[in-house]
């Protein structure tokens, strides 16, 4: 039998992480406290943790939305992923009392199949192995990839870490990057989202780190990127580069400077974060084909679930065929 208690974010630090970290190598930085507080977007943050036989077998980070609505991202994080569908189903009536209605889970890599609707989307990866030499990396990237990276090089474009004075300046950059492609973000909470990231990165530099770039040896800044690191993974959680003339491939330059910065940190592998599995949205075909051609691993996760947390609900749900 699974007994769920609440668990205390504070408490749930570097040694009460360990074992799950030496079990799995790597816990989702959404599962990880620190960087799901800052990475929550205002969502309000629960978390427990799954007793069996009064022996810790797993933990998990609820962000509660809409007041309605628990997400895991990622998780929950097990000793043992066959113990998955009974911790979900020990969580169920904890969320229930709290008034809420609907359980969105993203399973964690290894986690069962669990009955439930089906989400918006599903997750997917692509993943380097950055545990070879970085000669033998370089050579594993497509010709079109070393020759971009080359290309940077010889251009003077120069990366190294954002200092604070440039935070502003990389999340306008960001937000005006994904304005050219049509998608609205908020700059206000885009620079306090890089503000809070670089402050980590700067109390946690084995946790965290963001690069910024920049053109011929001037202050001008050109792109950049933020990297959240667990166990023996390296993230890439976020990047931008400016619209130049003419073009340089600034982002095959960072992420190859951050897979060289995360083998130094002990990293073994590198996590390219979202590979999508639609087929006919060109602007994501075109990330993804960055992507792929650093020729990691594509990894796709189990299916995303809607569970309602009430019967009656379900019912609606199937009946108006909506997706959360």
């Excluded at 620190?34 to 629960?46: C, H, K, P």
């Excluded at 619209?243 to 491939?249: G, M, N, S, T």
């Amino acid at each position: 039998m699974i007994r769920v208690r609440p668990l205390s974010l504070d408490t749930c630090d570097a040694d009460y992480l360990d074992p799950f970290l030496c079990r799995h190598g790597y816990i989702s930085v959404h599962q990880t406290p620190a960087l799901a507080g800052i990475l929550s977007e205002d969502a309000r943050l629960s978390a427990y943790e799954f007793i069996a036989d009064d022996q810790r077998v797993g933990f998990v980070i609820v962000k509660v939305r809409h007041h309605i609505l628990a997400d895991i991202s990622f998780g929950p994080v097990l000793l043992d992923n066959d113990q998955f569908i009974l911790c979900i189903k020990a969580l169920k009536p904890v969320l229930r009392r709290k008034g809420l209605l609907l359980l969105r889970i993203f399973p964690a890599p290894g986690a069962p199949a669990y009955k439930g609707l089906p989400a918006h989307f599903n997750w997917a990866t692509s993943v380097v192995d950055i545990s070879r030499s970085e000669e033998d990396i370089l050579k594993s990237f497509s010709p079109n990839h070393r020759q971009s990276i080359k290309k940077a090089v010889a251009a003077g474009v120069i990366v190294r870490h954002l200092s604070q004075q440039e935070v502003t300046s990389y999340a306008d950059g960001h937000v005006a990057m994904f304005g050219r492609r049509g998608i609205g973000k908020d700059t206000e909470v885009t620079r306090h989202l890089l503000a809070e990231l670089h402050a980590y990165a700067k109390d946690a530099p084995d946790s965290a780190f963001i690069l910024s770039a920049y053109a011929d040896n001037s202050d001008r800044l050109i792109g950049g990127g933020v990297f959240l690191r667990s166990g023996d993974t390296c993230t890439y959680y976020q990047g931008y580069a400016e619209r130049l003339e003419p073009p340089l491939p600034v982002l095959h330059l960072v992420i190859w400077e951050a897979m060289k910065q995360a083998k130094a940190l002990g990293c073994s592998r590198f996590d390219l974060s979202g590979y999508s599995l639609d087929g006919d949205d060109r602007q994501l075909k075109a990330v993804n084909d960055f992507k792929r051609w650093f020729r990691g691993d594509i990894i796709q996760y189990p299916a995303t679930v809607v569970v309602p947390l009430y019967p009656l609900l379900g019912q609606l749900m199937r009946w108006s065929g909506k997706r959360i």
